[in-house]
């Protein structure tokens, strides 16, 4: 039987390792790879890079198109950022074209959320969106995270639990199992790296971590065999 293998949920390198299945990340109109077995992709108009709305429905056309793509997995990242000077209630309605994307095509939203989970929770409330929420890069506070959990979300983490007064180490400790997800985004080292520290904070053998990531995975995903 082939060991689990890791899943990086969220990158925005190139990488191909043979024990990890990859999810990176492109903007619309970047060139998608073909299928090779593990490289999987996610598109979506990131907060940061939102324009005008004559500049983004253009964009959001593309990324409809890449969605037809079975190893296209997640709609995203998209999200909200209130540290940005770009309109905010321009990042609002295109992270709604694409939370109404992620439910037309059934696939998961990957989000980037920055002080707006007030406005991603009311979104998520009108919507009642039956795909998953995908936190990526999750940082929040406790009491968020408990807002949060009971919805049908995941929360993806990253090298901040590597920061020693970080917030969202409460929250790692919080979250069940089942909800969790790990990522490198820009991180240089391999996902094993902070798997192993989160299989330090939970107290777990990294085996039982890495089990529990592919069972999360193929929820999310209903992929069975790499």
């Keep these: ?73 997640l709609v995203g990242e998209c999200g909200l950022d209130k540290g940005v000077e770009n309109d905010f209630d ?22 980037h959320c920055v002080k707006a989970y007030n406005e991603i929770v009311r979104v998520f409330n009108r919507l009642h969106p039956t795909v998953p929420w995908i936190f990526h890069g999750y940082s929040a506070n406790i009491e968020i995270s408990r807002q949060l959990v009971p919805r ?31 990522e490198t985004d820009e991180f240089e080292g391999h996902v094993e790296e902070i798997y192993q520290r989160g299989a330090a904070l939970k107290g777990l053998p990294l085996v039982a971590l890495k089990e529990s990531v592919w069972g999360n995975f193929n929820r999310v995903e209903n992929i069975e065999n790499y």
């Design 1 to 73: 039987m082939n060991p689990v293998p890791y899943i990086d949920i969220h990158t925005h390198k190139k990488r191909g390792e043979e024990r990890t299945v990859v999810v990176r990340n492109l903007f619309p109109g970047e060139e998608i790879p073909a299928f090779t077995g593990r490289n999987f992709y996610s598109v979506g108009l990131h907060p940061w890079k939102t324009g005008t709305e004559e500049e983004n429905n253009p964009l959001l056309q593309i990324m409809e198109d890449a969605l037809e793509l079975d190893h296209v997995i």
């Design 90 to 111: 321009e990042q609002l309605r295109v992270f709604q074209a694409q939370a109404f994307m992620a439910e037309e095509y059934q696939k998961p939203l990957l989000i």
């Design 152 to 182: 049908n979300t995941f929360f993806s983490f990253g090298d901040t639990l590597f920061k020693e007064h970080a917030k969202a180490l409460d929250s790692f400790r919080f979250i069940p199992l089942e909800q969790i997800f790990f």
